[in-house]
């Protein structure tokens, strides 16, 4: 009895759960929602979750920004529509996202819109 006790307790704990499996988003100011304007430079549709950069002119003759934005992951926004063609490079979008807390270029998803119109929801 104790040895099965004893390989429960070891199986249990070698396996990963989602949890450990997860990173936070606490990094991201979720009181806080930014929207961006601007030409994507590269969709990331990878896992563990999808990353967007879009580039975002300024006013004046300062230097254009590059935003890194991070959506959910593959399959939580392929239940939803999206599929790897879906965002393409030189694409004019417009972002809604949850920014960092630090203030470095880059946020969390809301919701992205496509040049035809078409609103994508983060996922998740």
């Not at 975002?56 to 399959?75: D, L, Q």
Request: aromatic residues 6%; charged residues 20%; positive net charge.
């Amino acid at each position: 009895m104790k040895i099965a006790l004893a390989l429960t307790a070891l199986a249990a704990a070698a396996l990963p759960t989602s949890a450990s499996a997860h990173h936070s988003f606490a990094m991201f100011d979720q009181t806080r929602e930014v929207k961006l304007v601007g030409v994507v430079r590269e969709f990331q549709y990878t896992n563990p979750h999808i990353w967007i950069q879009v580039v975002v002119p300024r006013s004046g003759n300062k230097p254009a920004t590059e935003w890194s934005i991070e959506g959910a992951s593959v399959n939580t926004v392929k239940r939803m529509g999206w599929n790897r063609s879906i965002i393409k490079p030189g694409d004019k979008v417009t972002v809604i996202i949850n920014p960092m807390k630090n203030g470095d270029n880059g946020g969390s998803l809301k919701s992205i819109t496509l040049p035809d119109g078409k609103v994508l929801g983060r996922g998740g």
